[in-house]
């Protein structure tokens, strides 16, 4: 069973960065993060191929969320910028067995356990 660990969380005040980390058990094609606000359901946030060459992100998240891989390292990192108090939620690692990104739930195959994020104002 593949197994996916997110790491890099914390608080952090409006305007700072954080940049989460999500480390596979084994090498997994493409990879996404989502986040669930509290009270609210699960969203997608960004995206990557397995090559890294294609990506994508959500409306409210683009120039201000970057997604990269390592995959000699079988790591997804999500860098975090300009963080609003409406970011705040708790973000999931995903992985897929498929080499093209996604944007949906039912398209991941495998899910991290959730690292929180909370921004202070």
């Known amino acids: 069973q593949v197994q996916l660990v997110e790491s890099g969380g914390g608080l952090v005040q409006a305007g700072g960065s954080l940049r989460l980390s999500c480390a596979a058990s084994?090498?997994?094609?493409?990879m996404g993060w989502f986040r669930q606000p509290p009270g609210k359901e699960r969203e997608f946030v960004a995206a990557?191929?397995?090559?890294?060459?294609?990506?994508g992100y959500a409306d409210s998240m683009k120039g201000r969320f970057t997604v990269s891989r390592d995959s000699a390292k079988n790591t997804v990192y999500l860098q975090m910028n300009n963080l609003k108090p409406e970011d705040t939620a708790v973000y999931y690692c995903?992985?897929?067995?498929?080499?093209?990104?996604?944007?949906?739930?039912?398209?991941?195959?495998?899910w991290g356990q959730g690292t929180q994020v909370t921004v202070s104002s």
């Open positions: 995903a992985g897929r067995r498929s080499t093209w990104v996604a944007t949906t739930i039912r398209e991941y195959n495998y």
């Open positions: 084994e090498s997994i094609y493409a």
């Open positions: 990557i191929s397995w090559s890294g060459g294609s990506t």
